[in-house]
């Protein structure tokens, strides 16, 4: 196989989003969020006959991010060099401001460029990155506060009891923390769900205040939960430290960190016992990796947040990986709008599908026109 495709030294042709947004099953919530669909915005790149893929979810503006400030910027630059085509475009966003959509639209496009580098070499992107590990910790995330106690039971036992999914995570926190007997009641029936065959993990999208979070923490440890999300505002890395501090459970956070600055402040602040990140939102592929290079320097391990299929790769290839989020609604919409995705069986899920190149993802472009935002 030829390393170098026929046409000579690849450049980025083209680059174009497009946003997609589906309907959930059934109203959803957590803390602090109430939502009823979710968007993903996809990014196409381009160079001779290859297209690679790449997303992101949140606004559907997040396409007129790429079309308008990112694609001019990354066409006609070598295809090779996905890490120089990022900080182009960091550049040229300055007076657009990163954090926030405009992140989501930089990581979707460089995702994209990862994809397509693999997939002119012919490799999947496991093999271009190289691997610690070919079987990828996940775990079952959902149990929204809108599910009544027969949805959390059945999804929590399909995930347990039917995959063997021996981690899952419910929501918690519910109005700003204003339920906390219901969180508890919940909580527990989570615990009977699943027995003594699954770690259980609480998500409180940063709802409780500090003290909240401290009582409620020494119920979460007698309920065997090992792990407390957000417990506050990610924001409020003072309070996440004296929680973290003051619980038994290991406290993590960091799914909106879009900068090495972001995640040098939580690690140096003591935030956190194990880092989270999201390659739609912290830069993509090189984001995510720079990110769990500064964990392993801070002796942290690294969770990748949502979007699993993209997270497969990135996250085989680091050593301090503790897990993926296995996202209830981001493997809903990507089993529906892509081929390629993966079987979270046993607890783990490979790189990528495989026999495939790059992700291993395609668009299903008749199940995707229907979601298509116009």
Known sequence: MNAVPAWGEPLVDAVAATAYTVPTQTPEADGTLAWDSTTLVLVRARSGGSTGLGYTYGAPAAARVVDDLLAGTVTGLRAWDPPGANEAMRRAVRNAGFPGLVAGAVSAVDIALWDLKARLLGLPLADL???????????????????GAAQQDRQLRQWVHEQGIPRVKIKVGESWGGAEQRDRERVVAARASVGDAAELYVDANGAYTRKQAIRLAR????????WFEEPV???????????????????????YGCTPAYFGAMIASGAVDCLQADATRCG?????????????AAGLQISAHCAPHVHGPVAAAVPNLRHVEWFHDHVRIERRLLDGTLDPSGGTIPPSC???????????????????VR
């Not at 026999?355 to 026109?369: K, M, N, Q, S």
């Open 354 to 372: 495989p026999g495939r190149t790059g992700l291993g993802l395609e668009l299903r472009e008749e199940a995707a026109e229907r979601h298509r």
């Open 233 to 255: 505002s990610s924001d409020d890395l003072t309070g996440l430290a004296r929680i973290r501090a003051a619980v038994s459970p290991d406290v993590a956070a960091g799914e």
């Open 284 to 296: 993509g592929i090189t984001g995510w990796l720079r990110t769990a290079a500064l964990a392993e």
């Open 219 to 226: 119920f979460l440890d007698d309920a065997g939960v090992t």
């Open 129 to 147: 990155l190289g691997v610690t590990t070919r079987a990828v910790p996940v775990y079952g995330s959902g149990g929204f506060t809108t599910y």
